[in-house]
């Protein structure tokens, strides 16, 4: 039988007997979350703004929990090269500096996406100019971060079945010029500027029971299938991980059965963005927290479960700054801000910290 809350709250268990998840939620003090991954031989991380780091309690929350850091837009290319003739490189030299002082790891996010680009990157280029602009940008970025950056997001969210191809592409400025084959154009570049990096592709919308994410899956699956068919340098997915709290199903079997499949090509697999939106509950913050965590064990608990799975990282550590308050699809429509991170707005650890603390503890050990 598993322990009360009462008898936690009453100190009647050894502290031996209380699992480290169930201790450390009301306190800042027990291990952090860098800790408990790493004793299975798991990374966690997040992705950080720049200006984060310059709050001295946000930079300490991170020191405690994050092993890994990824900028959450400051490597994209309309900020790192806004127009052709002006680069700025200060906040992300700024994370890479901050990241090897203090003994953490930079991902790089994110190379070739259809989002985040600057209006001077034509939308319809020609094939000649597709590729000169895209492979220019991968060696200037990966070249400049080589030794710096462990992994990259190479392709970012290249699969959208909704329109109509039959390899489930997205109609992209990338795809329209070059078709398919930008995705292994990127790669080889990638490879070419840091043949040290770890090489990732990058997607959402994989991690539910809907006929709209198995349509996902199943593009993805067979978009790898063709990289490793080809001999492309890919050496991982990232499974991005926005959650839902309430709304779509959760199906173990056929999540765990997706990364068997990606497993078997040969690529690790990191959770890269994870988040619980919880836009669609009511405004309690104590369920809102528990939904939240539900979902989250769940997931996390197959994830962690997966001998391919390496690690974790969310999209922001605290509830203080998320995307989702920004998003028309996702922002609450009462108002209030989200809780969809481990830490609250007070960098308190809540249920969703504990919950990954949780599928940390049970995972099996990758070390032995
Ligand atoms: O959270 C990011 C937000 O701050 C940026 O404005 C936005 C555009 O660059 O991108 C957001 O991050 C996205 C990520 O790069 C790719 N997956 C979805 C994320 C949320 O939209």
Same mark, same amino acid.
């Given at each position: 039988m598993s322990p009360t809350r009462r008898q936690f709250a009453l100190g009647l268990l050894g502290a031996a007997a209380v699992p480290r998840w169930a201790r450390a939620t009301a306190t800042l003090d027990g291990p952090g979350?860098?800790?408990?991954?790493?004793?299975?031989?798991?990374?966690?991380?997040?992705?950080?703004?720049?200006?984060?780091?310059?709050?001295?309690?946000?930079?300490?929350?991170?020191?405690?929990?994050?092993?890994?850091?990824? @900028?959450?837009?400051?490597?994209?290319?309309?900020? +790192?090269?806004?127009?052709?003739?002006?680069?700025?490189?200060?906040?992300?030299?700024?994370? *890479?500096?901050?990241?090897?002082?203090?003994?953490? *790891?930079?991902?790089?996010?994110?190379?070739?996406?259809?989002?985040?680009?600057?209006?001077?990157? @034509?939308?319809?280029?020609?094939? *000649?100019?597709?590729?000169?602009?895209?492979t220019a940008h991968i060696a200037k970025l990966v070249g400049r971060y080589a030794g710096r950056i462990q992994a990259w997001d190479v392709v970012n969210e290249a699969i959208e079945p909704k329109h109509g191809?039959?390899?489930?592409?997205?109609?992209?400025?990338?795809?329209?010029?070059?078709?398919?084959?930008?995705?292994?154009?990127?790669?080889?570049?990638?490879? *070419?500027?840091? @043949?040290?990096?770890?090489?990732?592709?990058?997607?959402?919308?994989?991690?539910?029971?809907? @006929?709209?994410?198995?349509?996902?899956?199943?593009?993805?699956?067979s978009l790898l299938e063709g990289l490793r068919a080809r001999g492309v340098p890919c050496h991982g997915l990232g499974i991005q991980g926005h959650l839902t709290a309430v709304g779509k199903k959760f199906n173990a079997t056929r999540f765990s059965a997706f990364l068997d499949a990606v497993a078997a090509l040969g690529l690790k697999i990191m959770i890269t963005e994870l988040d619980v939106t919880d836009h669609a509950l009511p405004a309690d913050p104590a369920a809102r927290d528990a939904a939240v965590a539900a979902i989250a064990g769940d997931y996390l608990t197959v994830a962690c479960a997966?001998?391919? +799975?390496?690690? +974790?990282?969310?999209?922001?550590?605290?509830?203080?700054?998320?995307?989702?308050?920004?998003?028309?699809?996702?922002?609450?429509?009462?108002?209030?801000?989200?809780?969809?991170?481990?830490l609250d707005a007070a960098l308190q650890r809540k249920p969703l910290w504990a919950a990954i603390a949780r599928a940390f503890d049970q995972a099996p050990d990758r070390r032995v």
């Open positions: 979350l860098r800790t408990l991954a790493a004793a299975k031989g798991l990374v966690f991380g997040t992705a950080v703004q720049r200006n984060q780091l310059e709050d001295a309690g946000f930079a300490a929350a991170l020191r405690r929990e994050a092993a890994i850091l990824t @900028p959450e837009f400051e490597l994209k290319w309309s900020t +790192v090269r806004p127009a052709p003739s002006e680069e700025r490189f200060g906040a992300p030299d700024a994370l *890479a500096d901050w990241c090897r002082r203090e003994g953490m *790891a930079l991902r790089g996010h994110t190379l070739v996406w259809h989002e985040a680009l600057p209006a001077w990157v @034509p939308r319809f280029p020609d094939a *000649a100019a597709a590729r000169i602009l895209m191809r039959s390899d489930g592409l997205r109609v992209s400025p990338w795809q329209s010029a070059l078709g398919a084959a930008f995705i292994d154009l990127a790669f080889h570049a990638a490879a *070419a500027a840091d @043949p040290a990096a770890q090489l990732y592709y990058n997607e959402y919308g994989l991690d539910f029971d809907t @006929p709209e994410e198995e349509a996902r899956r199943r593009a993805t699956l997966h001998p391919a +799975v390496i690690g +974790v990282m969310t999209w922001g550590l605290s509830d203080r700054q998320t995307w989702l308050n920004s998003s028309p699809d996702y922002r609450r429509r009462d108002g209030l801000a989200q809780r969809p991170l481990p």
